[in-house]
C-alpha cells in the first residue's frame, strides 16, 4: 500500500483515559493529528466540529453512553469518508459481524499492540480510499 500524502487525521473515541492517551502518543509519535473523545456525544460534536476531515476513526464498542453499534451506525452516516476501525474487550462474533455490516473496516479486540497500531490505521484509511469511499 501507497502511505497517504498527508499525516491522517485520526479521531480516537475511547473512555478509557490510559489506553486513549497511549494511541494518541503512538499516532502523534508517527506524525498523524488525533482528535480526542470520552462520549459518544463528544465523539458526534468532533466529527462536526473538526476543522480537518477525519480521514480514521478507533471507535470504542463501549462508552459511557453508547454500549451497541448505534455510535457506528452514526459515524458512517455523518462521516461515510472516515475509515473505522471499531475498538473492543467484549468481542463477541455477533459485534465483528454487525460492525463490519455497518462500515468498520476492521475489529480490534482489546488489549491490542500498539506498535502495530500505526499499520491498522493505514490499513483501514487504504482500504476506505480503495474503495472510494474518501474525499
Not at 16 to 36: F, P, Q
Not at 48 to 74: E, F, K, M
Amino acid at each position: 500500500m501507497t502511505p497517504p500524502a498527508h499525516p491522517l487525521c485520526v479521531l480516537v473515541v475511547e473512555d478509557e483515559t490510559l489506553i486513549r492517551w497511549s494511541i494518541a502518543e503512538t499516532l502523534t509519535g508517527k506524525g498523524h493529528r488525533v482528535v480526542e473523545a470520552v462520549t459518544a456525544c463528544t465523539a458526534v460534536r468532533a466529527l462536526h466540529d473538526s476543522t480537518a476531515p477525519i480521514d480514521v476513526v478507533l471507535l470504542d464498542y463501549r462508552l459511557p453512553d453508547s454500549n451497541d453499534l448505534g455510535l457506528l451506525a452514526s459515524i458512517r452516516r455523518l462521516s461515510p469518508a472516515s475509515a473505522v476501525v471499531m475498538m473492543t474487550a467484549c468481542g463477541t462474533p455477533e459485534v465483528t459481524k454487525g460492525a463490519m455490516e455497518l462500515g468498520a473496516c476492521r475489529v480490534l479486540n482489546k488489549p491490542f499492540d500498539m506498535h502495530g497500531l500505526e499499520a491498522v490505521v493505514l490499513a483501514a484509511y487504504g482500504s476506505h480510499v480503495s474503495a472510494g469511499a474518501h474525499r
